[in-house]
T-cell receptor
Framework: DTGVSQDPRHKITKRGQNVTFRCDPI?????LYWYRQTLGQGPEFLTY????????KSRLLSDRFSAERPKGSFSTLEIQRTEQGDSAMYLC???????????????FGPGTRLTVL | AQKVTQAQTEISVVEKEDVTLDCVYE???????LFWYKQPPSGELVFLIR??????QNEISGRYSWNFQKSTSSFNFTITASQVVDSAVYFC???????????FGKGTHLIIQP
């Protein structure tokens, strides 16, 4: 049984560098979500895709952040010109779309921990 | 705007005690969904339960039970006969009828002492 996978699990970068994270959802799941979680807080929604279409973006997603999901399979989240405030755990989740609506039980991956020095 | 409040930052109990985690939510949507997730020390969020706004039935699953009360906008989670393995951070989350992203509370860190 393969769940949601994320790569890398840890990333350390210097301020100003660009970073890219990858998420592979559960294979039959149409919807894919990105969240950010800082220490001591709950996850905060960033964006989501239904197949390859990006349908919702949070105002937390500044113009330095971009997400893609080519061909409706894996997704990438890129952060350009990283800042120390970007240090967080970046979580990916996926959910099935069945019967014309989503149950929205989102299944989460292990996350990518980003540290910006 | 939607909001989820988990007022209990940390709870510590001795094993076998019952413990209730509180969750209060705010939404203007008439249709919405509530969730509980568990985040063990390993870090991966584990889905526990989903409840629809039109279904106020309480639910029991083994030692876990959930009490949903629309009148008080609460969705509380009770663990009966707690075990050390229940130690984790528990998050309550809300999905409004028109949005797909979840709004999470800040979580309650539950510590079960042997």
């Amino acid at each position: 049984d393969t769940g949601v996978s994320q790569d890398p699990r840890h990333k350390i970068t210097k301020r100003g560098q660009n970073v890219t994270f990858r998420c592979d959802p559960i294979s039959e799941h149409n919807r894919l979500y990105w969240y950010r979680q800082t220490l001591g807080q709950g996850p905060e929604f960033l964006t989501y895709f239904q197949n390859e279409a990006q349908l919702e973006k949070s105002r937390l997603l500044s113009d330095r952040f971009s997400a893609e999901r080519p061909k409706g399979s894996f997704s990438t989240l890129e952060i350009q010109r990283t800042e120390q405030g970007d240090s967080a755990m970046y979580l990916c989740a996926s959910s099935p779309l069945t019967g014309g609506f989503s149950y929205n039980e989102q299944f989460f991956g292990p996350g990518t921990r980003l540290t910006v020095l | 705007a939607q909001k989820v409040t988990q007022a209990q930052t940390e709870i510590s109990v001795v094993e076998k005690e019952d413990v209730t985690l509180d969750c209060v939510y705010e939404t203007r949507d008439t249709t919405y969904y509530l969730f509980w997730y568990k985040q063990p020390p390993s870090g991966e969020l584990v889905f526990l339960i989903r409840r629809n706004s039109f279904d106020e039935q309480n639910e029991i699953s083994g030692r876990y039970s959930w009490n949903f009360q629309k009148s008080t906008s609460s969705f509380n989670f009770t663990i009966t006969a707690s075990q050390v393995v229940d130690s984790a951070v528990y998050f309550c989350a809300l999905r409004g009828g028109g949005a797909d992203g979840l709004t999470f509370g800040k979580g309650t860190h539950l510590i079960i002492q042997p």
